[in-house]
Nanobody, 123 residues
Framework: QVQLVESGGGLVQAAGSLRLSCAAS????????MGWFRQAPGKEREFVAAITWSGGSLVYADSVKGRFTISRDNAKNTVYLQMNSLKPEDTAVYYCASDSIMLRPTPPPPRYWGQGTQVTVSS
């Protein structure tokens, strides 16, 4: 079992930046792939970014490429999402996720999820 706790959400103006953090705990959690999904009001949940346990492979949604950066610190068992050049359409609840296999935009969904953190970008 893996537990995930997100932090760092908030309200920011368009073109601003935020950094989300997700701390993982649980047996073997440090060996798991981690990533971020988001869900805007009235929309389906969508993939944002993912990183392997080694950090050697990164995947991004096209909508965030060049603006968001995912990274991890295995010593702290934490994954980060640096979000720059934020747009109002980035407004959503952001969820941290993890699994023993690499996270992808396609099913199956990850087994482990955090509680979510709200990101609101004002125009």
């Amino acid at each position: 079992q893996v537990q995930l706790v997100e932090s760092g959400g908030g309200l920011v103006q368009a073109a601003g930046s935020l950094r989300l953090s997700c701390a993982a705990s649980g047996r073997n959690s440090y060996t798991y792939a981690m990533g971020w999904f988001r869900q805007a009001p009235g929309k389906e949940r969508e993939f944002v970014a993912a990183i392997t346990w080694s950090g050697g492979s990164l995947v991004y949604a096209d909508s965030v490429k060049g603006r968001f950066t995912i990274s991890r610190d295995n010593a702290k068992n934490t994954v980060y999402l640096q979000m720059n050049s934020l747009k109002p359409e980035d407004t959503a609840v952001y969820y941290c996720a993890s699994d023993s296999i690499m996270l992808r935009p396609t099913p199956p969904p990850p087994r482990y999820w955090g509680q979510g953190t709200q990101v609101t970008v004002s125009s």
